[in-house]
């Protein structure tokens, strides 16, 4: 769960309703004791000012976390759907630095193409097309 998730989350409970749901939380639910919601509110803020926080440095609120299974099927799943490696990124909330090592590590890319990603060129919609047909500013192919 990323830090904007959680927010959405505990947001949801200190305005006193259902987070999955939506529907207005019980009167005699824990949620809607004033010290229940005075809690939830300042989670809500700390929240806010992390997520903020992370924002504002430019890194991904998932940057530095384990990868699980299912974040890594995900992963390559939008890259065999041709998704690119910023648009990925962005889904994930990683930089895309982590998601083309990901993408070496699982054999979806080399090592050379690893590099070409990272470079922030990462217009072609997977990247091997784009190094295969690439050539150097003085006309050699790469």
């Not at 959405?8 to 259902?18: F, I, P, S, T, Y």
């Not at 590099?115 to 150097?136: C, E, M």
């Amino acid at each position: 769960m990323t830090e904007r998730e959680a927010l959405q989350v505990v947001r949801c409970l200190a305005e006193g309703l259902d987070p999955y749901t939506n529907i207005p939380l019980p009167d005699d639910s824990v949620c809607q004791r004033s010290r229940s919601v005075r809690a939830l509110q300042l989670a809500v803020e700390a929240l806010e000012r992390a997520v903020s926080s992370s924002e504002r440095r430019g890194r991904a609120s998932n940057a530095g976390k384990p990868w699980t299974a299912e974040e890594d099927a995900a992963l390559l799943s939008a890259f065999d759907a041709g998704l690119s490696i910023a648009d990925i990124a962005g889904k994930h909330q990683r930089s895309r630095g982590a998601i083309t090592a990901r993408l070496v590590r699982a054999g979806k890319l080399d090592s050379d193409q690893h590099r070409f990603s990272i470079s922030g060129d990462d217009s072609a919609k997977h990247p091997p097309a784009a190094v295969a047909n690439a050539t150097y500013s003085n006309g050699d192919s790469v």
